[in-house]
């Protein structure tokens, strides 16, 4: 069975820091692409970062870069977003996305609420 789990979400101060978690299990997470999405309150869902498959090399959308930090562990299934110097226009549900052109999988997790504010 796929699941996708995050977790570490919750309430920060501005200037804060935050570690999300993406664990997978029941696929093949070094085959997929693997991205993290948020959707603010009020706007359309917004990509914030994706390691692709076979690489270790993150890219990050630009209001993110130099505050987030996106590493991947394969041996544990885990994806990880470091999230630092916090503004409240981060304030979001992030999700985990993983995707394979190869596998044709396509796959989100149940989403989790970061709120920053004073």
């Known amino acids: 069975q796929v699941q996708l789990v995050e977790s570490g979400g919750g309430v920060v101060q501005p200037g804060g820091s935050l570690r999300l978690s993406c664990e997978a299990s029941?696929?093949?997470?070094?085959?997929?692409?693997v991205s993290w999405y948020r959707h603010p309150p009020g706007q359309s869902r917004e990509f914030v970062a994706v390691i692709f498959a076979g690489r270790n090399t993150p890219n990050y959308a630009d209001s993110v870069k130099g505050r987030f930090t996106f590493s991947k562990d394969n041996a544990k299934n885990t994806a990880y977003l470091q999230m630092n110097s916090l503004k409240p226009e981060d304030t979001a549900v992030y999700y985990c996305?993983?995707?394979?052109?190869?596998?044709?999988?396509?796959?989100w997790g149940q989403g989790t609420q970061v709120t920053v504010s004073s």
């Open positions: 996305h993983v995707a394979s052109a190869k596998t044709g999988g396509n796959f």
């Open positions: 029941g696929f093949d997470f070094t085959l997929y692409d």
